[in-house]
């Protein structure tokens, strides 16, 4: 299946010390990618790196300068860029567990976590392809993939924080879903603006990813889905290394749903 293989190609996964993040790493390798793995925490983008063999960089990505930095770097390693999974993003950690359900609650949600959710998930998405994206748009090819979710599409169905005796942890807070749905409109503008230059841009949106939730959480999720359960962190290989690939030749501005 010589569509699929990504030998001679370099990789950039962002956010890639994440639970998602070092699973596109991995998939991307196996595909035959050299792989640099990008993330806030350099430590943890080493480990990751190390891993599958390639290379880790600390990169903020609401900071043009570290990204620019990055980009120096792996163009000054391995003289081109390919691939760019946009996958760093927020979801809402409260400091303070016994609140979480007062502060997600929409009436209540600080402008702080709303702001942060913007710069990170939707600023960030822009910079990386702004700074790194440009690199190929000026070789004439390459692959961005922006991570959304399906909340990127849909409204959160906020019964599925229930517990089984009806208590509330927390809400599903407005950042994730608006922030995602932007992603998604910001890959379809830049598919187009690109699409000349060689550049396909598209979004891989996952479902809901089990992690050791709480098992009535797993329950109430699996139960609003077709298949009957959540995504396993492995699901979205076959999906990401489609979409870096030759294997979707002609595939840009879509959004491929794996839910």
Sequence with gaps: MTEFDLAGRVAVVTGAAGLLGARHCAAL?????????ADLDAEQAA???????????????TDKDSLGAARDRILAEHGRLDVLVNNAAVNDMFEAPDLAGELSAFEAYPLDAWQKSLDVNVTGVFLASQVLGSVMAGAGSGSIINIASTYGMVGPDQRIYLDDSGHRSMWKSPAYPATKGAVINFTRFLAAYWGDKGVRVNTLSPGGVENGQDPWFVDNYADRTMLGRMASPDDYRGALVFLASDASAYVTGANLVVD
Excluded: F, I, L, Y
């Design 29 to 37: 390798a196996d595909a035959g990618a050299t792989v640099v793995a």
């Design 47 to 61: 480990a990751v790196a190390g891993q599958v063999g390639g290379t880790g960089v600390s990169v903020d990505v």
